[in-house]
Each structure stands twice: as structure tokens, then as C-alpha cells.
């Protein structure tokens, strides 16, 4: 994902994605060089996109979004696909971990469809609400 990337769903990141962060922390993020940012494109439109940041042997996974009405067509599943692949064939990353709110089942199932693990619980992580923290271990 490119700054021009975000710049062309800057208007409607709110409104077709999801309620995350703003552009500006957005844009800071693709600026960093401990992250990196996949887009899922469909003729040129970005319907989707997620991101990791690696701090030395792990990875953690920070967003993953598929645009409103592209839902429950396997984005989110080639998102996550990507990305774990991306750790793996970086050779140096062992691990990756994410926090998903308790109420969002349907992330969850997505993060569970590729094997992540219940490994604990931040209280009152998102207004009130818990974060369970999922974790994938790569076997070398
Ligand atoms: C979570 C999210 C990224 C999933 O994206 P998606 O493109 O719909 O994902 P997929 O179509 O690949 O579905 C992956 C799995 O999620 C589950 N799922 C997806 N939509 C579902 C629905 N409407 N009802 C029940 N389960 C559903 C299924 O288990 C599915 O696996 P399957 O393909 O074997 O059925 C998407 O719902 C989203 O953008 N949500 C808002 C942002 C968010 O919550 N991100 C996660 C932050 S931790």
C-alpha cells in the first residue's frame, strides 16, 4: 500500500471501510519502516487492505479491512493469507499476534480459519470492551 493508495480512499475510508485510524496516523504508518501495508484490488479499485509491524522476531498484525460491500467473499481470508506469508518469507519473524475485540466474531473466525490461538485477554481494551489476543507460531 503506497501513500497515492490511501490518498484515492481518503474520502471514503469511514464510510466503506471501517472506523479506525485517521488519515494523518494512517498516513505515519506507511512511513514507517517497521510496517508494511497490503491493498486486495479489484480493477483498480481498492476493496480491501491490512498491515503488520515487526519488531524483531514478531509480527503484529494491526489491521486488516475489506471494503462494506465486498464482505464474506474471501478478502479478508487473501488479506491474511498475504501477510502471513509476507512473516514467513521474511525468514526472520516467529510469530504474529494481533487483538481482536471480544464482540467481533466474525474476525475472530477469520483469525482462527488460519490457525491463530486464544492466548489471553486485555480488559477493557476497546471502550469498555476486552481485546482477546491471538497469536500464530511459525514452526521452522
Ligand atoms: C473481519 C473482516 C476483515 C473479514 O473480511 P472478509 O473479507 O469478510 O473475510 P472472508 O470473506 O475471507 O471471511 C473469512 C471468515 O470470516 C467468517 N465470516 C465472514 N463473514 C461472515 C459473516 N457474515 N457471518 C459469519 N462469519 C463470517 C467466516 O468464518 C469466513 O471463513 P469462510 O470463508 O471459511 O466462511 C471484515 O469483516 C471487516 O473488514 N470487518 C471490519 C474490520 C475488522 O473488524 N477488522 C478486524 C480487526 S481485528
Known amino acids: 500500500m503506497t501513500v497515492s493508495d490511501l490518498d484515492s480512499i481518503k474520502d471514503i475510508l469511514y464510510t466503506d471501510f471501517d472506523d479506525f485510524w485517521s488519515y494523518n496516523i494512517f498516513k505515519s504508518e506507511l512511513e514507517n519502516e517497521n510496517s508494511k501495508y497490503i ?10 487492505f491490512g498491515g503488520i509491524w515487526q519488531v524483531i522476531d514478531e509480527a503484529h498484525i494491526t489491521n486488516i ?27 526472520k519473524i516467529n510469530s504474529i499476534t ?11 473466525k ?4 488460519f490457525d491463530f490461538k486464544v ?21 521452522y
Do not use: H, P, W
Open 39 to 48: 491493498v486486495a484490488k479489484l480493477n483498480n479499485e481498492i476493496i480491501g
Open 65 to 91: 479491512v475489506t471494503k462494506k460491500n465486498f464482505r464474506n467473499l474471501g478478502i479478508g481470508s487473501l488479506l491474511l493469507e498475504n501477510l502471513i506469508n509476507i512473516c514467513k518469507n521474511s525468514n
Open 98 to 108: 494481533l487483538e481482536v475485540n471480544e464482540d467481533n466474531v466474525i474476525a475472530q
Open 110 to 113: 477469520l483469525y482462527e480459519k
Open 119 to 139: 492466548i489471553g485477554k486485555r480488559k477493557n481494551y476497546y471502550n469498555g470492551k476486552a481485546a482477546i489476543i491471538m497469536t500464530l507460531y511459525f514452526n
